[in-house]
């Protein structure tokens, strides 16, 4: 990992502990916009920082791996066991570090903001309304998974069972984040 990301992430662990004795302060938890800013932050904070503790108990493993495979030359078992240590924190450390650096990035404001889903029937008559069916059951699930809630706002239903027209409502933690790529 970079010293720069490194550092980034240290100053994460330290934001969480200012926000945890914040947080406990009396006169933060009488103001409450205060204390509902706070709180949204340091849930932010502290994805980051408990990402980056499971970064280091791996970088503490594939060291301790390393120190067993030069240990236990002698023996092919533990020098296996070692080899299979090294090989599942190498890799872990590659899946979070990529984790972590695209939780660095700096993030929209918007991103936390429900959204408004249209989806439209195209040309192509009947085929075109079941596929927009078909896509409004995708996105109901795939929101159900995440545990946001679909309203449906407006609907231009078929006689076949699909939609000339469909306007939801999505609401729930980063919703427009996740969908505002979806144009």
Known sequence: MKPFLRHQLERYAQ???????????????????QFLKLSREHADVSAVAKRYVRYQERRQDLDAGHALAASSSEDPDMKAMADEEIQ?????????????????????PDDARNAFLEIRA?????????????????????CAERGWRVEVVSESAS???????VV???????????????S
């Open 15 to 33: 934001r969480l502990e200012e926000l945890d004795f914040l947080l406990s302060r009396e006169d933060i938890m009488a103001d409450m916009s």
């Open 88 to 108: 599942s924190a190498s890799l872990e450390m590659a899946e979070l570090e990529v984790e972590l650096q695209r939780m660095l990035l700096p993030k929209d």
């Open 122 to 142: 195209g040309t192509g008559g009947d085929e075109s309304t079941l596929f927009a069916g078909d896509l409004l059951r995708m996105y109901t699930r795939f």
């Open 159 to 165: 006689e076949l069972g699909g939609y000339k027209e």
């Open 168 to 182: 939801v409502r999505i609401e729930g933690s980063g919703v427009y984040g996740c969908l505002k790529f979806e």
